[in-house]
């Protein structure tokens, strides 16, 4: 197909800590590029999650994004997105979008958030950019019940509600408690390979 006829790419960004990533952020991410329809969803690791620092140490950047990676494999249209890594500094998300508009000329953008994170979408760092550069898109995250902006024209896509969250498995990792079927066992040989969370008292 010559170039001027081809369909614009449309790329998912669904950025977070996954500190770990879990079975919450993949069937996520599954499901919205199924819905949507989108070539590419590309869970972007924060470099520096600002809203975060301070409130508990935080897992190295580099080892976040491998065990992402591990985590998307071998998943069809699932990436791990280095982006802000590379960048450096602190993660901004409409900094990342002008990023990947430039690597991805034409290109269809969606931004990805859960209940918690849509909710705070005005303390973000030029939320406006955000917004007009990708579409806003939002999952339900159970336990979760924010009013969302109504300025904004979210897209709303259903997804099977996973009560889990990264907060919550460190607490099990912490008491021993299993986290099979929580995270894909590729995350494990990676947290175990590379001993994280060792000092919240996992061997
Ligand atoms: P933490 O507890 O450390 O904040 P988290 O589980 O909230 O971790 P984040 O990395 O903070 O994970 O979240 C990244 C994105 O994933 C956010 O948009 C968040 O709303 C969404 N998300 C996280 N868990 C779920 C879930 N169980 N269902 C739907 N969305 C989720
Ligand atoms: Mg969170």
Known sequence: MPPGDAKPLRIGVFGG?????HVGHLVTAVNVRHALDLDLMLLMVNNVPWQKVGSRPI????????????????VDGLEAGDHEIEAGGHSF????LA?????????ELFTV??????????TW?????VI?????????????????????????????????????????????????YLVTDEVLAVVAERGLYASEGVA
Request: aromatic share 4%.
């Open 132 to 180: 007009s550069r990708s579409r806003m898109v939002v999952v339900d995250r159970p336990g979760e019940h924010a009013e969302l902006d109504a300025d904004v024209d979210w897209v709303r896509v259903e997804v099977p509600r996973l009560e889990v969250s990264s907060t919550d498995l460190r607490a099990r990792w912490n008491d021993g408690r299993p986290l099979d």
């Open 93 to 96: 998300t409409a900094d990342t």
């Open 59 to 74: 897992t190295p950047a580099r080892d976040r994004l491998a065990m992402v990676a591990a985590a998307v494999a071998d």
């Open 113 to 122: 958030v859960g209940d918690d994170a849509a909710a705070g979408i005005r």
């Open 17 to 21: 800590t996954f500190d770990p990533p």
């Open 99 to 107: 990023t990947l508009g430039a690597e991805y000329p034409g290109a």
């Open 125 to 129: 760092e030029r939320a406006d950019e």
